[in-house]
């Protein structure tokens, strides 16, 4: 019966121009059965009871975002349920996730938690963010309209919830069809560390026309048999794959896709994802910040990750950080690893606050080209040695940026030595010298 709806809308080019569908994506349709016994209470048992169907996270690579290393199921991974009736939309959850994290109040989108929206004609319907506390904020405001209860048993998070039609544009659609979106953030005590969505659309940038569509059938679903396997197992997109055939085994590379709604239209666009996706930079939330500086300290982390060096333990040799502020190893092991030249920043005393120099920014890299390489300097021709940079230690790797190719083009204008580097442009030097590995 609900396959004749589906075939009915898609065919139906005047039905959608009517509904909060015509901007939502029509290829994935999720059948919702109307509620049939559900009590919340975060025990899922009464799911388990009828053929609700379970929607499986991740279900393919693109659905996994921000992560600068995903280790498979057991690292972060969801089932879900929907259901419906007169009142509201049901949804039930079990997030597995091996370090449980959470944020405090408004915050909680940047710890471990769900985020919910759903598509209103061509816009963003209200944002529903919570964690495992149930406390519910709608738009950014504390909320009692949904009826949530939630609880965690080990590395397992529940989450069931009634979510009324008033918060989905003020009653059930008229034609069933519900665009929604579920995001489960991933926060293992370190920062919000990336996230899993049913479809792209939230977390990086409000778009509902990504959205799923939820087919709400006027049916209810069948009891469970036999046949049913209420947990089905989540495919592991991190382990090799067999070939047709079985007998080529391949390595099933999880490649690791970030982008941020402010790098859409920016020059830099590729270098900033391609080095946020290797886990080298890292944004601010859900934003990037390109035209942002860079503090030395941030560098040489993101240097040291981007060469790829094991971290050592802070000597307190170079700078008067406390042993455990969060750059320390980094700077270390920048020192260890020969990437800090001599008499650089003071002869190593390096300021972990001040923001990095264009200059400093290209020797650096230079210099750690050298290393990776095993080379030496290549001085020759440099258009940019002007006054200033003929005194400067950065001098002799700016030339051999130049004759490495590193930077490109002539007048001292195009260097602004003395200007702070901004991340796009960190993120342009950095994709160039891991580039210079392969």
Same mark, same amino acid.
């Given at each position: 019966?609900?396959?004749?709806?589906?075939?009915?809308?898609?065919?139906?080019?005047?039905?959608?121009?009517?509904?909060?569908?015509?901007?939502?994506?029509?290829?994935?349709?999720?059948?919702?059965?109307?509620?049939?016994?559900?009590?919340?209470?975060?025990?899922?048992?009464?799911?388990? =009871?009828?053929?609700?169907?379970?929607?499986?996270?991740?279900?393919?690579?693109?659905?996994?975002?921000?992560?600068?290393?995903?280790?498979?199921?057991?690292?972060?991974?969801?089932?879900?349920?929907?259901?419906?009736?007169?009142?509201?939309?049901?949804?039930?959850?079990?997030?597995?996730?091996?370090?449980?994290?959470?944020?405090?109040?408004?915050?909680?989108?940047?710890?471990?938690?769900?985020?919910?929206?759903?598509?209103?004609?061509?816009?963003?319907?209200?944002?529903?963010?919570?964690?495992?506390?149930?406390?519910?904020?709608?738009?950014?405001?504390?909320?009692?309209?949904?009826?949530?209860?939630?609880?965690?048993?080990?590395?397992?998070?529940?989450?069931?919830?009634?979510?009324?039609?008033?918060?989905?544009?003020?009653?059930?659609?008229?034609?069933?069809?519900?665009?929604?979106?579920?995001?489960?953030?991933?926060?293992?005590?370190?920062?919000?560390?990336?996230?899993?969505?049913?479809?792209?659309?939230?977390?990086?940038?409000?778009?509902?026309?990504?959205?799923?569509?939820?087919?709400?059938?006027?049916?209810?679903?069948?009891?469970?048999?036999?046949?049913?396997?209420?947990?089905?197992?989540?495919?592991?997109?991190?382990?090799?794959?067999?070939?047709?055939?079985?007998?080529?085994?391949?390595?099933?590379?999880?490649?690791?896709?970030?982008?941020?709604?402010?790098?859409?239209?920016?020059?830099?666009?590729?270098?900033?994802?391609?080095?946020?996706?290797?886990?080298?930079?890292?944004?601010?939330?859900?934003?990037?910040?390109?035209?942002?500086?860079?503090?030395?300290?941030?560098?040489?982390?993101?240097?040291?990750?981007?060469?790829?060096?094991?971290?050592?333990?802070?000597?307190?040799?170079?700078?008067? =950080?406390?042993?455990?502020?969060?750059?320390?190893?980094?700077?270390?092991?920048?020192?260890?690893?020969?990437?800090?030249?001599?008499?650089?920043?003071?002869?190593?005393?390096?300021?972990?606050?001040?923001?990095?120099?264009?200059?400093?920014?290209?020797?650096?890299?230079?210099?750690?080209?050298?290393?990776?390489?095993?080379?030496?300097?290549?001085?020759?021709?440099?258009?940019?040695?002007?006054?200033?940079?003929?005194?400067?230690?950065?001098?002799?790797?700016?030339?051999? =940026?130049?004759?490495?190719?590193?930077?490109?083009?002539?007048?001292?204008?195009?260097?602004?030595?003395?200007?702070?580097?901004?991340?796009?442009?960190?993120?342009?030097?950095?994709?160039?010298?891991?580039?210079?590995?392969?």
């Amino acid at each position: 019966m609900h396959k004749k709806i589906i075939a009915g809308v898609l065919s139906s080019s005047l039905l959608l121009l009517g509904t909060n569908v015509m901007a939502a994506n029509m290829k994935d349709i999720k059948d919702v059965y109307k509620a049939k016994s559900i009590t919340i209470d975060a025990d899922l048992s009464d799911w388990d =009871a009828y053929q609700y169907g379970a929607k499986i996270l991740p279900e393919k690579e693109e659905q996994v975002s921000h992560f600068s290393a995903y280790a498979g199921p057991e690292d972060l991974s969801i089932y879900l349920w929907y259901a419906w009736s007169d009142v509201g939309l049901y949804l039930a959850a079990e997030v597995i996730d091996n370090v449980h994290h959470t944020e405090p109040a408004e915050l909680c989108w940047m710890g471990d938690s769900l985020q919910l929206s759903q598509g209103l004609g061509n816009g963003f319907g209200p944002e529903i963010n919570f964690s495992t506390d149930a406390v519910t904020y709608v738009n950014g405001a504390v909320s009692d309209a949904i009826n949530i209860k939630t609880k965690v048993d080990g590395t397992v998070s529940t989450y069931e919830m009634l979510i009324p039609w008033s918060l989905c544009g003020g009653g059930r659609p008229a034609d069933g069809l519900l665009p929604f979106c579920v995001c489960v953030n991933e926060n293992d005590g370190t920062g919000r560390a990336g996230w899993i969505e049913t479809a792209p659309g939230i977390a990086a940038g409000k778009q509902s026309h990504q959205f799923g569509v939820l087919n709400l059938l006027e049916e209810e679903p069948k009891p469970a048999d036999d046949s049913y396997t209420a947990r089905p197992k989540i495919k592991n997109l991190t382990e090799p794959e067999a070939q047709a055939g079985g007998s080529v085994t391949v390595v099933y590379e999880l490649n690791t896709y970030i982008t941020y709604p402010d790098i859409q239209n920016h020059w830099a666009k590729e270098a900033i994802e391609q080095t946020a996706s290797m886990g080298v930079l890292r944004g601010y939330g859900e934003f990037f910040q390109p035209s942002w500086g860079m503090t030395q300290a941030e560098f040489l982390a993101a240097l040291v990750r981007a060469v790829d060096l094991d971290l050592v333990e802070y000597r307190g040799e170079l700078c008067n =950080a406390p042993q455990d502020a969060w750059y320390a190893t980094y700077l270390q092991t920048a020192a260890d690893g020969h990437l800090i030249p001599a008499g650089f920043f003071n002869n190593n005393a390096i300021n972990a606050d001040a923001m990095i120099r264009r200059d400093e920014m290209i020797a650096l890299v230079s210099n750690a080209y050298l290393q990776l390489k095993n080379q030496t300097l290549q001085e020759g021709e440099f258009p940019y040695a002007d006054g200033y940079l003929a005194q400067n230690v950065t001098l002799p790797y700016l030339k051999n =940026a130049q004759a490495i190719g590193l930077i490109q083009g002539d007048g001292a204008s195009m260097l602004r030595p003395t200007d702070s580097a901004t991340r796009a442009e960190v993120a342009v030097m950095l994709n160039q010298l891991i580039k210079s590995k392969r």
